[in-house]
């Protein structure tokens, strides 16, 4: 059995996962590529539980741990950093549960559809998941996730789209509503520049390029490595 060629995008909010994955799923319709669109987040057992059960939230909300110490104030005009969130030892567990039953119903699902579609494409996958687990959990490594990341389906295109926490703040100033500000995402942006390295994910520089440079870089990086995917086959 030959599975579709898997593409996958990871990054911090506001690093153009979504407008690369549209520009892309455009790529495929001018080029007669099947494809299935999943989006990791929306599409989790978690979060379809959650939709059912509305109390099953409840089980992977992080707790805010009381330092005893007043809300620092950041550099930013007006932003407030909440209490620290630590994720509960039950939480954890939740969320390795359905996570591992995430990566069984995938790799179910590549078995059953794999003669559908050419290529399946992931708005987020694992690596962005772990990178959240380990800020939940107040860890400054990624590298406890080895187990988790084998039991999903290698992506054939890892992508990581780079941009700096300056930049995510500027492109996605609703997080500041959330309590999320500079220090949420340097920290998760030092989780997720370990993750490409541990993880071997193939950096766009998002930072730097316009979103027309960053497209015409994807699609020449899937070009190669998908019709060498095919020779193969």
């Given at each position: 059995?030959?599975?579709?060629?898997?593409?996958?995008?990871?990054?911090?909010?506001?690093?153009?996962?979504?407008?690369?994955?549209?520009?892309?799923?455009?790529?495929?319709?001018?080029?007669?590529?099947?494809?299935?669109?999943?989006?990791?987040?929306?599409?989790?057992?978690?979060?379809?539980?959650?939709?059912?059960?509305?109390?099953?939230?409840?089980?992977v909300h992080s707790k805010v741990v009381d330092n005893g110490q007043e809300p620092e104030i950041s550099?930013?005009?007006?932003?407030?950093?909440?209490?620290?969130?630590?994720?509960?030892?039950?939480?954890?567990?939740?969320?390795?549960?359905?996570?591992?039953?995430?990566?069984?119903?995938?790799?179910?699902?590549?078995?059953?559809?794999?003669?559908?579609?050419?290529?399946?494409?992931?708005?987020?996958?694992?690596?962005?998941?772990?990178?959240?687990?380990?800020?939940?959990?107040?860890k400054n490594t990624v590298n406890f996730s080895s187990w988790l990341v084998k039991i999903f389906p290698?992506?054939?295109?890892?992508?990581?789209?780079?941009?700096?926490?300056?930049?995510?703040?500027?492109?996605?100033?609703?997080?500041?509503?959330?309590?999320?500000?500079?220090?949420?995402?340097?920290?998760?942006?030092?989780?997720?520049?370990?993750?490409?390295?541990?993880?071997?994910?193939?950096?766009?520089?998002?930072?730097?390029?316009?979103?027309?440079?960053?497209?015409?870089?994807?699609?020449?990086?899937?070009?190669?490595?998908?019709?060498?995917?095919?020779?193969?086959?």
């Amino acid at each position: 059995m030959k599975r579709p060629f898997l593409v996958s995008f990871s990054g911090m909010d506001g690093s153009g996962k979504t407008h690369l994955v549209i520009l892309l799923r455009r790529f495929f319709r001018r080029q007669g590529i099947s494809y299935l669109y999943i989006h990791s987040v929306r599409d989790s057992f978690a979060n379809r539980i959650a939709k059912k059960i509305p109390s099953f939230k409840n089980l992977v909300h992080s707790k805010v741990v009381d330092n005893g110490q007043e809300p620092e104030i950041s550099l930013m005009k007006n932003e407030k950093i909440k209490s620290e969130k630590k994720i509960s030892s039950l939480s954890l567990a939740v969320r390795n549960i359905t996570l591992l039953l995430d990566a069984l119903y995938l790799r179910f699902r590549i078995a059953y559809i794999w003669k559908d579609y050419d290529v399946l494409v992931f708005d987020r996958y694992i690596y962005d998941r772990i990178a959240q687990i380990a800020y939940l959990r107040q860890k400054n490594t990624v590298n406890f996730s080895s187990w988790l990341v084998k039991i999903f389906p290698r992506p054939n295109l890892p992508l990581y789209l780079h941009i700096t926490p300056d930049q995510a703040i500027e492109r996605k100033k609703e997080v500041l509503l959330e309590g999320q500000g500079l220090e949420y995402f340097q920290i998760k942006y030092n989780l997720l520049e370990e993750g490409k390295l541990l993880w071997k994910l193939l950096a766009i520089d998002n930072s730097e390029l316009t979103l027309s440079e960053a497209k015409k870089k994807m699609i020449a990086i899937f070009k190669k490595r998908y019709f060498k995917y095919k020779r193969k086959a």
